[in-house]
């Protein structure tokens, strides 16, 4: 095989695996498309202090996006932060509505998505800020004080979970240059895209042992690179919302009553790095002297 060949294989199969943090979606992009100007037009009416149409977003959203976890976080963020940019919605009713969709984002499983779960962090602490405004919301919230803080750490320990800080992502950059298409082998491919014309698949290699060979080292390739996309995303998330869960964890552990004790046996329970724990643990203990 011509190294023009190869130079061509490689780039579209990393393109290809660059799409698996976005998951399966069940919907075209033209779906998308119109949901993402139906946001953008709730955006505008919130702006106007007009909420006719939040219902109907949330309903939309439960109804059409429950079996696609990844798109229905994202878009229960977008709903939040809408929400939140309003200081002036008081509303019970609208507010519980959506506390209702936030809740099942926030638990729904998106445990393989780093990024996803970075949305989720997002929106836990945007409902701390959103519930801020309201004193029975804030009331309920604060009784509740522990649970959120347990899911805001589940979270924050499955992304650290899968992060390796002494991979190398040399390794899954030259993953599919070592996998040996055995051309000689190979019946007339009768396929069309992506998969029949860049890597062949193994059914069309004659030779048995052959066969085999290539398709372990077609999987070991997509294990890399997939493997490489996850540790990316999960760095990157790791990166910016580290913050975000310290203040959140500060916040509610500061106010009244004071139990951090705890808080510390909350931060064991979930592998939270000693670093960080004293960092979060020191920020309570001084905040909530001063209050």
């Known amino acids: 095989m011509t190294s023009k060949i190869k130079l061509f294989i490689i780039p579209v ?3 290809f695996f660059m799409f698996i943090e976005k998951g399966v979606a069940e919907h075209d992009a033209n779906f998308y498309d119109q949901l993402d100007r139906r946001m953008l037009e709730l955006r505008n009416l919130v ?17 059409n996006l429950v079996n696609t976890p990844e798109a229905f976080v994202t878009y ?8 939140y940019s309003d200081n002036t919605l008081k509303d019970i009713k609208i507010l519980s509505l959506c506390m209702n969709i936030l809740h ?7 445990d393989s ?8 962090i997002d929106i836990l602490a945007g409902e ?19 649970n959120k803080c347990e899911k805001m750490l589940c979270i924050w320990n499955k992304i650290v979970s899968n992060i390796d800080d002494d991979w190398d992502d040399e390794i899954a950059s030259q993953a599919f240059f070592k996998v040996k298409i055995p051309w000689e082998s190979i019946k007339a491919i009768g396929l069309s895209g992506p998969t029949g014309v860049v890597f062949p698949p193994a059914e069309c290699v004659d030779d048995e042992l052959l066969r085999k060979k290539y398709q372990a080292e077609l999987d070991e390739a997509k294990k890399q690179t997939k493997r490489a996309k996850i540790q990316k995303v999960a760095k990157k998330v790791r ?6 869960v310290k203040s959140f964890l500060i916040d509610l552990y500061s106010n009244k009553p004071l139990v951090t004790e705890e808080l510390e046996t909350l931060l064991k329970e979930y592998n939270i790095d000693e670093e960080f ?15």
Request: aromatic share 8%.
């Open 76 to 83: 229960t963020k977008q709903l939040i932060y809408i929400i």
């Open 239 to 244: 990166q910016e919302k580290k913050n975000i």
């Open 47 to 63: 702006a106007k202090n007009d909420y006719t149409q939040i219902a109907d977003a949330v309903k939309f959203i439960n109804d």
């Open 113 to 120: 998505f780093p990024y996803r779960m970075g949305e989720q």
């Open 13 to 15: 199969f990393i393109l």
């Open 277 to 291: 724990s004293k960092e979060i643990l020191d920020a309570v203990k001084k905040t909530g002297k001063n209050k």
């Open 128 to 146: 701390k800020e959103i519930v801020k405004r309201n004193n029975d919301m804030m009331k309920k919230f604060m009784s509740l004080r522990k």
């Open 104 to 110: 099942k984002a926030v638990d729904i499983n998106v």
